[in-house]
């Protein structure tokens, strides 16, 4: 049972899936012209639990509601990115060949898998929200954590300034290298030194004492760093190890479609090990692995509204907290309906036009 | 390491106490399973009813495992089975027949609803999701359009927005034509989500199919009908078995959502049995025993799944 890969949801096809928005759309400017969508504009007057930027009750409907997709973008792209690390991490080390390591990652895939995202999600959350109190908070490595959330270190403006510039120097590198010498060999290396100098120059004009701000106590709560609130905490531990199960599989079905020949083939070439895995293996894996991975991160997009189960204010709980309070169920089921076509359609038109850019000259593409 | 889980769960366990401060052992609090698995398992089922869900419990997991027996395997035997099972556990449940006295169906809760869930969604899931794929197959552009727009509208859109709405809106912007039961509202919109997933897989299961056993079909003058049911269709289901698989075990998982829209769930009424003052510090212990209560059963369809698979597959080699 162990040998397939989860395709039955998601692959919502782009034909069919563009209608939808489409017609959305249309309805929401029908609304719109029948005055039913002017409600957005009228000022919420009550406070989310947690805003990735600064909400107030003062702000209106439409930008409460914005803030809330802002939310479950972030919860979405934080679990995606560190379930996509785990579960690869997890899918490499079955198919390792050591038979003791694979059977622990076999069974982590099982029980990450085997149970409701919701039951995690409450655990996580009974989890943080019995630690001890900010005072006799547990600390490891600048982190914070006590029942009311957990407080990591996080870069300063001056460090994402840094950050910023050295990811554009070595774009800008790869670009001029590709352009004036198509055939010089390790390019990689002079990109990665303008990275290091650029981000080197940001940190050296901009005047800044420390790269981190570390979450420290004052009186009663925790100040600098970044804070997650518990339900956004046990939200995201839920969501990544949960995603890191199904993500596990996928990559090792992906793996398990490369030709045994084409291994052998580079093996007979003499390519060292890493070159076998790099340049032959993952090639070859990732043409089975796109797909099915673009709709599993639907997937998770669509799971982020289970967190109302722990309290946190994402798309969905926003909509009906809206409702609650304006009345205007209609438009704002459709205006929810809208915003998940048009995340989960991106999601899968990235992953199709990757699809496309990594297919193989002479392989099907699966 | 397992060393200390085996230490924590077993030798310095406590097995027996009034609440959860009486629990100083530095063990696991298993007494608080004692103390409150009749709200895990039946939620607010009244105290002197609690062997009819029970009884309704043991009859799905009974029946299931009997048609472990592989000569029961036919798809009538199947059919009807199901169909009494379910119509049983409904009688049981809901009472007010044979002397039963009648429990209303916002007292359900626990494992028996999330079985109820179960139960329903999958059972009438089953044909709508055949019903959808051969829509959206068929010849008629209208017909195929309106299956494949409703399909991919439902698949869109995650779950719990389908079921609030259907559950807890649908009376409040229809009221009147639209009341009824809430939690039968909520299992007919989870057999439809369901079957909109399950006629994707049909349908991939029909293209699979090679063409020629369509045409051989029609080349023995089989009525459209008699092609659907002894050529198209068991193909497609055989084909199609790995992913049904995957997509039961992940809906029996899918049923913990009715717990956010307000009903008391096998997972909301974990939440309640340490909810209390009493056993608020044994909330590990709780969902220890509710996720590998899911685990099982979900461990248990995936192995029965992966059975029926092998079993087919040399039936077709």
Known sequence: ?366 | MGWLVFEWAVIDATWNAASANECVSGGACWAVLKARYRIILFGLYPYEEHWRPAMACLLVIATITVLQWSRLWRASMLTWSAVLVAIVFVVLMRGGLFGLPYVSTDRWGGFALTLFLYVVGVLLGLPLGVGLALLRRSTNSYLSSVAAFVVDAVRTLPMVMILFTVGVLAPIVFPGSLSGDKLWRVAFAFAFVYGCYQSEIVRAGMQAIPRHQEEAAKALALSKYSRLRLVLLPQAMTNGLPATVNLLVATFKETSIVAIIGFFDFTASAQTAYGNAEWANAYLEVYLFVGLAYFSCATGLGWLGGRLERRLQQGRA
Not at chain 1, 158 to 181: F, K, W, Y
Not at chain 1, 262 to 270: D, F, S
């Open chain 1, 1 to 366: 049972m162990n040998h397939r890969i989860s395709t039955a949801r998601g692959r919502i096809r782009l034909s069919a899936g563009s209608l939808l928005t489409l017609i959305v759309l249309i309805a929401m400017a029908v609304a719109y012209v029948t005055d039913n969508l002017r409600f957005l504009w009228d000022a919420t007057a009550w406070q989310m639990g947690f805003a990735a930027v600064q909400q107030s009750p003062s702000d209106p409907y439409w930008k409460t509601i914005g803030i809330s997709v802002l939310n479950t973008v972030v919860v979405a792209a934080v679990s995606i990115s560190v379930a996509t690390v785990i579960g690869g991490m997890v899918a490499f080390v079955t198919i390792s060949g050591n038979a003791l390591w694979s059977k622990l990652a076999r069974c982590y895939v099982q029980f990450f898998r085997n149970m409701p995202l919701i039951l995690q999600a409450l655990f996580w959350f009974a989890v943080v929200s019995h630690l001890p109190a900010p005072r006799q908070a547990v600390k490891f490595m600048g982190v914070a954590a006590s029942n009311r959330g957990v407080s990591v270190p996080f870069l300063t403006g001056e460090a994402m300034g840094a950050v910023a510039g050295a990811l554009v120097a070595a774009l800008l590198a790869l670009c001029l290298l590709r352009r004036l010498r198509p055939f010089q060999r390790g390019r990689t290396w002079i990109a990665g030194g303008a990275a290091v100098a650029a981000g080197a120059a940001v940190s050296i004009l901009s005047p800044g004492e420390s790269l981190f701000t570390v979450p420290e106590l004052q009186g009663f709560n925790f100040v600098g760093g970044v804070h997650l609130p518990t339900e956004l905490i046990s939200m995201l531990i839920a969501m990544s190890l949960f995603g890191s199960a199904y993500i596990a599989e996928i990559v090792r079905g992906g793996f398990a479609t490369v030709p045994r020949g084409m291994t052998e083939a580079a093996r007979a070439l003499a390519l060292p090990a890493w070159a076998i895995e790099l340049k032959v293996r993952v090639p070859l894996a990732l043409r089975a692995v796109i797909l099915p991975m673009g709709s599993q991160y639907t997937t998770l997009i669509k799971a982020t509204s289970v967190g109302l189960a722990v309290g946190f204010t994402d798309l969905f709980a926003v909509t009906l907290m809206s409702i609650n309070q304006s009345g205007h169920t209609v438009a704002l089921l459709c205006v929810m309906t809208a915003c998940f076509v048009i995340l989960n359609q991106a999601v899968v038109s990235i992953a199709n036009a990757l699809n496309h850019a990594f297919e193989i000259p002479g392989f099907s593409a699966s």
